[in-house]
C-alpha cells in the first residue's frame, strides 16, 4: 500500500487521568494497522510512560536518548505485536517530566520530519500542563476519552476551553470508554457537546464509545492487544468502528 509522504497526526489526551486513555491509544492503533494503516504511536506522557509495559516490551532505546543524546527519533522507532511502530518513552525520570520549552519544541520538529506512516497518534498526559497542550497543539486533530465520571467530563471541557481561548482550536472529537452501551456513550457526549456549544459557541465531534468488557483486563494482565487476544469481543467492534470513523471525519 502506497503511504502518503506526511502522515496524519491525532492526540490522543484527556483531562483527567484513569480513562483508559493508553489501553485506547494502542488498540486503535492496532485496529487502524489491522485496516491496512501504516501506524506510528509517540508516548508523549514523558515522565509516566505506560505503553512500553502494557505491551510486555523493554525498549533498548527511548524518547530519553533523544532529549538528552544525539539520536532522531526515528532511530528509538520500535516495532509492536499489535502491527504498529512505537517511539517509547521512560518512566519515573523526572528530567522527563520537567523538560524545557526547547526540548519539548525539539521533539515536535523532529515528529513533523517523520514520514512513510499514514497515522501518528500521540499518546499524551493527562490535564492542561504546557507539555500536554504543545503535544495536543501539534496534532491536526484532537481525540479527548471521557468516561462516565463527572470529573471526566469537567476536566475535558476545561482542556477544550483552554485549547479554543488560547489557541483558537475549535475541533475536537470524543470517545466515550468504559461504558454500559452505545446509549450512555452517546449521553455522555451528549452532556459535554451541549457544554460546548452553550459556552463556547462550538460543537464536538463523537468519534463513538467503548464498552465495558471483562476482556480488558485479562488482556492488560496478558500484556496483549485486547483486538487481537478476542477478536470476537464487543470492544473489538467498537475499536472497527471507530477506526473507520476516524477517517470519515477527516474527509470533512
Known sequence: MKTKSKPLIFSVTSGKGGVGKSFLTTNLATTLANQGKKVLVADCDLGLANIDIMLGINPTLTLKDVVFGTLHLRDVITTTKGGFD???ASSGVREMAQLLFEKIQMIKDMLLEIEGYDIILLDTGAGISEVVLQFNLLAGQNI???NRELTSLTDAYAMVKVMY????????????????DEKE????????????QRFLGFPLHYLGHVVTDDVVAKAILKQEMAVLAFPHSHITTNFSQIGKAIFDWQKH
Not at 165 to 180: A, L
Not at 186 to 192: D, E, M, R, V, Y
Open 165 to 180: 481561548q488560547v489557541f483558537g482550536r475549535k475541533t475536537f472529537s470524543i470517545i466515550t470508554n468504559n461504558i454500559k
Open 144 to 146: 479527548i476519552v471521557i
Open 86 to 88: 512505537l517511539i517509547p
Open 185 to 196: 456513550g452517546s449521553n455522555i457526549f451528549k452532556n459535554i457537546d451541549t457544554i460546548s
